[in-house]
């Protein structure tokens, strides 16, 4: 199945039916009176958080979406019936933009959530309504209400508690394979991931889900190689994982490479904790593990972790420092809602 992360599609809500004029027409009762019924409501176009959905492919081939007209009412004071809504299913970690792809309207994070997008029209009243003492039969009714109709833009941000970054062939898809059951695919040539990946990781009775993403060349913010896309899909992580493929020759060059690509992507990427490790270990010899190591402590001013997706060496000891940084994010998040709902409650 083809990853589709982001989609523009057109909605409309349905109309609401018109009122009726009509009046009571019966042998033996002399007045009968308007007995015109109102209209029903137009359908609306909701979107909702589905689980088990991992891409906006669904919309790929249909990108127009129109909710039912409500019926229209009838005498005997029968009322239309409402049209039906549109539900839109979508994974987890959605976001909904305007058509400028920049105003947010809703962020879907969690299974089950629903939100109106363009809420149907309402039905129009049938001249039963509009009987008073002063206007006993009156000739009138209203239309139902004009649905609405615009443009919004569908963008997918993986839900990921880690992401893994660094230039192509830098050993992500190994590592990945590595630690969860994902199954990515792994080649010896750049860019063998095109769309991200997760997987599950679980360390010392602890889980959680970490992210692929295509690899990052010099460039990428100005659309080299796949471009900085998929760098949306770390925006929600709590930590990142700097793989740096300690083969290559220059590896501070490999850092500065994926670091300036990140800063210049920004959303507050630059700010997530980082752990940097020196990957492909067990090609080394000592004396390159050194050298290079000290070379990339010293371009990045803080520590390396050699690390080896294939031997397993280091694998371990990093996946519990990502694990100590995860709970403690979620400690931190825990704390924060524990305190709004304070500040909400009234006694």
Known sequence: MKFLDQAKIHIRSG???AGAVSFRREKFIEYGGP???DGGRGGSVVIECADGLNTLIDFRFQQHFKAKTGMHGMGKNRAGA???DVVLKVPAGTQVFEEDGETLIADMTEPGQRIVLAKGGNGGFGNAYFKSSTNQSPRRANPGQEGIEKIVVLRLKLIADAGLVGLPNAGKSTFLAAVS????KIADYPFTTLDPGLGVVTVDTRSFVLADIPGLIEGAHEGAGLGDRFLG???RCSILIHLVDGTQEDVADAYAVIRGEIEAYGAGLEDKPEILCLNKADA???EEREAKKLALEEAS????HLLSGVSGEGVTAVLRLVA???AKNRAAERAEENQTEEEGWQP
């Open 15 to 17: 109309n609401g039916g």
């Open 35 to 37: 007995d015109g019924g």
């Open 82 to 84: 409402n049209g039906a």
């Open 181 to 184: 059951a994902a199954k990515p």
């Open 233 to 235: 899909h770390l925006e």
């Open 284 to 286: 080394l010899t000592e």
């Open 301 to 304: 001013g803080g520590k390396v």
């Open 324 to 326: 100590d940084e995860i």
